[in-house]
């Protein structure tokens, strides 16, 4: 990454971090997007708190689903899972399958109103690229690699904890990178539900045809999205870096 990229994103770092604080600061930019005196500024709540709400329940959800899917993903990549892989890819596909909106509705009734169902939704949403790359990642170690490490005595649990999971670990990143991209998107329908997030923002400002609320909620998850990402795909580089691979190969 350039020093000028570097600059950019500490720029809209601290850009993001003094709006969710200071909102206020802002007003002037949002007062043209408004009419009838209506508040520049999102006031039905703290945006501080929605966007702490919004992470953590993208990172509950995210951290649900890499466990669930990297377990999984081992488990068919084993002698004895093999014949499940057909089944796994159809039940992973599911979040993917439904619309989030379907899912919630789904599970409203069974769970009630509130992060659960919302969780839920980003949940089965996440687990597809997670198992997909961690499939792909054990399936990509070297069998000449393997070979060597059983020829020195190491069990099939030593192969798998201190060469295969390793060697994958940069392409099952970028699986949870795209998850929790998707998941930073999707969480804001959790608000139709009554979930905290900055979904209740943007939901205010259509209420309300208030484009300048709109508009801030938007800001805030796509700048979010953007960092996040970043940062994700610096770790990536790092692993891989210290792998001996090409960085470019977890992109």
């Known amino acids: 990454m350039s020093a000028f990229s570097i600059l950019t994103r500490g720029l809209a770092l601290f850009m993001l971090a003094v709006f969710i604080f ?21 006031n039905q709540g703290s945006l501080l708190s929605l966007t702490l709400s919004h992470l953590r329940i993208v990172v509950g ?15 068919v990549t084993r002698p004895a899972g093999l014949d499940f892989l057909p089944l796994s ?4 596909n599911v979040g993917q399958t439904f619309p989030p909106i379907a899912v919630l509705a789904i599970a409203v009734p069974l769970v009630g109103f509130g ?18 790359n ?36 940069p392409v099952i990143l970028t699986g949870i990178r795209l998850s929790v991209i998707i998941s930073l998107g999707t969480a804001t329908i959790g608000s139709t539900v009554a979930a905290k ?8 400002g259509l209420q309300s045809n208030n484009v300048a609320f709109i508009l801030q909620g938007g800001l805030v998850v796509a700048l979010l999205a953007v960092l996040i ?14 792998l001996g691979r090409p960085a470019d190969e977890t992109t």
């Open 22 to 42: 200071a909102p206020q600061l802002f007003a002037f930019a949002f007062e043209p997007l408004t009419a009838n005196n209506a508040p520049a500024i999102y």
């Open 61 to 75: 959800a995210t951290l649900a689903s890499t466990v669930v899917a990297v377990a999984l993903g081992i488990f």
């Open 89 to 92: 890819r159809s039940l992973v």
């Open 115 to 132: 992060e659960k169902p919302t969780f839920i939704a980003l949940f089965l949403y996440g687990l597809l690229p997670i198992f997909e």
């Open 134 to 169: 961690t499939l792909s990642g054990l399936t990509q170690v070297s069998p000449l690699t393997l070979e060597a490490a059983k020829g020195m005595g190491m069990s099939p649990r030593q192969r798998l904890f201190q060469i295969e999971l390793p060697l994958a670990l």
């Open 197 to 204: 997030g900055l979904g209740e923002v943007i939901i205010a």
């Open 229 to 242: 990402h970043d940062g994700l795909s610096v770790a990536e580089r790092a692993v891989a870096r210290r």
